[in-house]
Every structure is written in C-alpha cells, then in structure tokens.
C-alpha cells in the first residue's frame, strides 16, 4: 500500500483546510484509513480513522465537530476537512493505513504517507 498526502499549506486562524490521501496497491480497501499529526517537539497523535465503507469513523474527543474525515473508495482517497482552524493545529498531517478498525493507535498501523505540512497563523 502506498499513501500519498496533500492539501496542506498555510492558512489563516479560522479558515480552513481539506487534506486528501491517495491510496494504491493491492488489496487496500480492507484497510483502516487514519489521520495523525504531529507538531513540532510533539508526539504523534491520533486525529480521525474511518473504513472506506465510512461506516465506522472516530475522532480524538479534542477534534469532534471541526474535523471531519471521509473516504471516497471510487478515486481511492481519503480526506480530512478541517475547519475552524487553531495555531495549535499546526503540524505535520500524517495519513496511516492498518488493520484494526477504529484503533486510535499509532502502532496499529502498518503504511504511512509522507506527511503534509500544515502551519496556523494567529
């Protein structure tokens, strides 16, 4: 499976963001799709992981009402809206694949996307 992230930039506090991760290779629809970010001098953390099916989604508790992710099986790719953007949502966006569906942690997940930058300006 390979992941491919884009949509980052630089964006003024309160606008907004759509971040997109292309998926490829075999078999990659049985896949738990998740968003991670990690700001600088920070651990990674977990944002959001949705099925392609969109079925089953969930977010850090933090998150719930400005981010929302969303799988589109048809052009493989799965997104992220962020809304009502914060400089403390600044960092690097990663997307993740694995196979626990649901799980918010890192290490469930096998395939990870080069990460885009996402920088919040006061």
């Known amino acids: 499976v390979q992941l491919q992230a884009s949509g980052g930039g630089l964006v003024q506090a309160g606008g907004s963001l759509r971040l997109s991760c292309a998926a490829s290779?075999?078999?990659?629809?049985?896949?738990?799709m998740a968003w991670f970010r990690q700001a600088p001098g920070k651990e990674r953390e977990f944002v959001a992981c949705?099925?392609?099916?969109?079925?089953?989604?969930k977010y850090v508790d933090s998150l719930k009402g400005r981010f929302t992710i969303s799988a589109d099986s048809a052009k493989n790719t799965v997104y992220l809206q962020m809304n009502s953007l914060k400089p403390e949502d600044t960092g690097g966006y990663y997307c993740?694949?694995?196979?626990?569906?649901?799980?918010?942690?890192?290490?469930?997940?096998?395939?990870w996307g080069q990460g885009t930058l996402v920088t919040v300006s006061s």
């Open positions: 290779g075999r078999t990659f629809s049985s896949y738990n």
């Open positions: 949705t099925t392609w099916s969109g079925s089953r989604t």
């Open positions: 993740a694949a694995g196979f626990s569906v649901s799980s918010s942690s890192p290490h469930d997940y096998y395939f």
